[in-house]
């Protein structure tokens, strides 16, 4: 079989409860799956959310915090835990992890990208599985608002990453099976859609507001992951987060989630 390399984002509907506290079913299944890509011979590389819904129940706070400082704060305290935990459960199965924390001035500037760059195949080349995230304490581009921000969020972060280290394959795991010819929430009849080889304006006006609390992007920030994708040649699939079994079809170029190529 043909090893690819693989950046697989996760995002916080997928990590936690609707608590905040993290789902360590789902955790471990997630970390046994990417393990067993490794053994396989696959190249892995994880970007993964929910530091603030995991910092907000570590600090006792009843809610996600509003405030801007208080919400980086719930990151850092967030972003330790779950690096702890990665680090933890990985190393069950034998894997190394390394952290990368990227603001948007990272991949912005070309000396820093280009640092970011031989960071990510430095690691990869001595069989790491790099661990990606936002810099959520200093840059306010993820939890403020998302428009007109370089990064913005981690759907957009992930596909910059899979471009920055020539990846062949981005997984999307989300709170649900993938694109949908409108938002299956406020339509029961709404149809998965499988292929998409363009991105049509049909297509761009499928995808509806953001959707729940935890998450933060909706559809509509995997669109513009897609079409960092599409440009750059490799593949983008979104597939839900909870049924993780899904990534060893999608990696096996199965019919799973909705797949963006342009290679059909
Ligand atoms: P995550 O952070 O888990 O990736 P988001 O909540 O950011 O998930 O985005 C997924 C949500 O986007 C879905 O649960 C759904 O409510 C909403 N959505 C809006 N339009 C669509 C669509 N056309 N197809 C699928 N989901 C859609």
């Given amino acids: 079989m043909e090893h690819k390399r693989i950046v697989i984002k996760v995002g916080t509907s997928t ?4 608590s905040g506290a993290v789902d360590l079913r789902s955790m471990e299944h997630l970390v046994r799956t990417l393990s067993d890509l490794r053994g ?3 190249e892995v590389i994880l970007v993964s959310s929910g530091a603030i819904a995991v910092g907000t129940e570590k600090m006792n706070l009843k809610e996600r915090p509003k405030e801007l400082r208080m919400k980086q704060a719930a990151a850092s305290v967030g972003q330790c835990q779950m690096m702890a935990m990665y680090d933890r459960l990985f190393s069950e199965y034998n894997q190394s992890v390394g952290q990368i924390l990227i603001t948007g001035d990272d991949v912005e500037d070309k000396d820093r990208a280009r640092h ?6 430095a690691l990869l080349e001595m ?3 790099p661990i990606v995230n ?3 304490s200093v840059s ?3 939890i403020e608002t998302e428009k007109h921000k370089v990064l913005g969020d ?3 972060l992930s596909a910059i990453v899979a471009k920055f280290c020539r990846a062949d394959l981005l997984i999307l795991l989300s709170d649900i099976e993938g694109l949908y010819d409108k938002n299956p929430k406020d339509h029961p009849d709404a149809k998965l859609i499988h292929k998409v080889s363009a991105l049509t304006p049909e297509i761009m006006e499928m995808a509806g507001d953001a959707g729940s609390w935890r998450g933060t992007g909706g559809m509509i920030t995997k669109l513009l992951a897609a079409k960092i994708a599409m440009e750059s040649g490799f593949d983008m699939v979104i597939t839900n987060g909870k049924k993780l079994e899904n990534i060893y079809d999608i990696v096996e170029n199965k019919d799973v989630g909705t797949r963006f190529s342009t290679g059909w």
């Fill in 15 to 18: 990590l936690t409860h609707s």
């Fill in 40 to 42: 396989m011979g696959h």
């Fill in 116 to 121: 970011l760059s031989n960071t990510l195949s």
């Fill in 127 to 129: 069989g790491i599985i």
């Fill in 134 to 136: 936002e810099n959520d």
């Fill in 140 to 142: 306010s581009a993820e």
């Fill in 154 to 156: 981690n759907d957009r």
